[in-house]
């Protein structure tokens, strides 16, 4: 019964450690898709710790969680030229990892274990673009990895050194008498306590006459960053040297590693390291999960500051369109061209009258042709009246004092680039306007009478070849734009239905006003509807968190 107990309880364990494994790879996804689209202050900073953490899932977590058997990796790590190489060289007693002058000097990581740990280490991320020795001066259950250069001028030496940071279960952190106050690494080995990385010091190139104050002033340091209870070595400074120091110089660190060795004591340290790195999970991806919720929030605020800013410009725009802002200039100045003693529109303005030949017609429609291209280009500058006016409006609201945070470089990286690009589209959207005053009115007189109680009783057939479908488009168009004449022999042309046609029209090239305006904030929409904005974009991140502390 015992034995089926153990059995029982085994199977229970390995579906807990699975389910871990499955909660933990959930959210390194859900850390894989968070992103900060708004360039907001401390944004920066969030996508940084996102990609740490993403590398801390990838490189550290779900591996352990997976090679629980692996033997335990020390990550030796430091500043440009405290002695790193020269330290894993004298622990196994002969050079595997180059060391010299010249800066950097790491450029590959060196990983050194014993040879029987081969297998257990063979899928490990660390073994990855790594040089690789093997030597029996190294027990077994640990593994030495010479890391570059943490503040390498080579950027590729510093993000490897730091990815294979994130990947150990022990850091051994070198530093010198003249180095250790250096800012960045104490930043860096205080967030590594922050998530429970078991941390050993070494002090090297240390004089003995100095080394009681420095070793005072260091574990000084080691407690202000949460590191009271780390081991601290000291290396004495044996001067000018090649090769690997004398066993005594480094022997407290050889005893302290083969302490570690071993199956049992590895493993606990790589327990212990684990335990610490999901504990930290909670407030690492809670400060992500906030900076979300802040972009959701900065995101809301920008879309009520353009919604707001658009409105009296919209009511502006469309008051224009309706006084007849699109027919002043050339449209009104052709307009009497046409109607003036003589002139080709002169009888139909002025008597409504309709009849005429075939030719009269064509002559009418050629004449017209120049006020269809006036009321095109009377359209269009009204449309980028409307555009331009959107514009301004959505670029103060936004990059003036007192907007919404986030929304000066939504301009400057965002709009600005795509407000440009729609500036080819305006010709084109005017075009259609009058292209649609000539369809409807086509449509018009193909159809039965035009008004049957008009005055003067026409069929739509008679109107087309007397006077022309262009034409009677123009009249259209014209009353539409704001000619209040045109709008009266639309009405004696074609009765009631000619009253509802320059409604229509009018109606018509307001809604693409209001579209030009709308394309202003759908501009801004685009950025705004990204699902890392939107306001439960952070519980992905949460949901997934829930769900981990339930498992530890």
Do not use: C
């Not at 290396?235 to 302490?259: F, N």
Request: aromatic share 2%; glycine share 10%.
């Amino acid at each position: 019964m015992a034995v089926q107990d153990d059995h029982t309880r085994g199977g229970a364990r390995r579906l807990a450690a699975a389910e871990l494994v499955e909660a933990v790879d959930e959210l390194r996804q859900a850390a894989e898709r968070t992103r900060f689209p708004l360039q907001l202050p401390g944004a920066e900073g969030a996508e940084k710790s996102r990609e740490r953490l993403v590398s801390q899932l990838v490189e550290h977590l779900l591996p352990r969680l997976t090679q629980l058997s692996a033997p335990a990796v020390i990550v030796v790590a430091g500043s440009t030229g405290v002695g790193k190489s020269t330290l894993v060289n004298s622990l196994v007693g002969t050079e595997v990892s180059e060391a010299g002058v010249l800066r950097p000097t790491t450029r590959r990581p060196v990983l050194v274990h014993h040879p029987a740990d081969t297998a257990l280490l063979a899928g490990h991320p660390v073994a990855q673009d790594v040089d690789v020795a093997r030597t029996t001066a190294l027990p077994r259950g640990i593994a030495l990895l010479d890391a570059p250069d943490m503040d390498s001028v080579v950027e590729e030496n510093r993000t490897r050194a730091y990815r294979l940071l994130e990947s150990a279960d022990l850091w051994l952190f070198v530093t010198t008498a003249t180095r250790y106050g250096d800012a960045l690494p104490w930043r860096v080995l205080g967030d590594a306590a922050r998530r429970g990385t078991t941390i050993a010091m070494v002090l090297n190139r240390t004089g003995r006459r100095a080394l009681p104050e420095i070793r005072k002033d260091l574990q000084h340091r080691m407690r202000d960053h949460g590191l009271g209870s780390s081991p601290l070595f000291a290396v004495p400074d044996v001067g000018p040297h090649t090769g690997p120091l004398h066993p005594d110089a480094v022997a407290p660190v050889s005893r302290w590693i083969s302490m570690l060795a071993g199956p049992d004591r590895a493993g606990t340290i790589v327990r212990r390291t684990l335990k610490g790195a999901l504990d930290a999970l909670h407030g690492w991806v809670d400060e992500l999960a906030q900076a979300v919720e802040d972009q959701a929030a900065a995101a809301g605020d920008i879309n009520a500051a353009v919604v707001s800013a658009l409105v009296p410009v919209r009511k502006a725009q469309v008051a224009g369109v309706r006084d007849g802002a699109v027919a002043d200039g050339a449209v009104r100045s052709r307009w009497e061209e046409l109607v003036g003693p003589g002139g080709p529109l002169a009888g139909l303005v002025s008597r409504g009258r309709v009849r005429g030949s075939a030719r009269e017609a064509r002559e009418r429609v050629a004449a017209v042709k120049p006020l269809l291209d006036d009321l095109g280009s009377g359209a269009q500058l009204t449309l980028l009246a409307a555009r331009d006016a959107a514009h301004r409006a959505v670029e103060e609201v936004l990059g003036g004092p007192g907007g919404p945070r986030g929304g000066a470089a939504l301009i400057e990286h965002l709009v600005v680039p795509q407000i440009r690009a729609r500036r080819t589209a305006t010709q084109r959207i005017s075009g259609d306007w009058v292209e649609n005053g000539v369809t409807q009115v086509r449509d018009l007189l193909n159809g039965g009478e035009v008004n049957q109680v008009s005055v003067v009783l026409v069929r739509r057939a008679t109107v087309q070849r007397s006077v022309g479908v262009e034409t009677v488009a123009a009249l259209a168009l014209a009353g539409a734009a704001g000619v209040s004449a045109a709008a009266v022999a639309t009405g004696s042309v074609l009765g009631p239905a000619g009253v509802e046609l320059i409604r229509a029209l009018r109606d018509d090239l307001i809604a693409r006003v209001d579209a030009e305006i709308d394309g202003e904030a759908e501009i801004v929409d685009d950025v705004l509807t990204e699902p890392d904005l939107t306001a439960g974009a952070a519980s992905r991140l949460r949901s997934r968190l829930a769900a981990l502390k339930e498992l530890t």
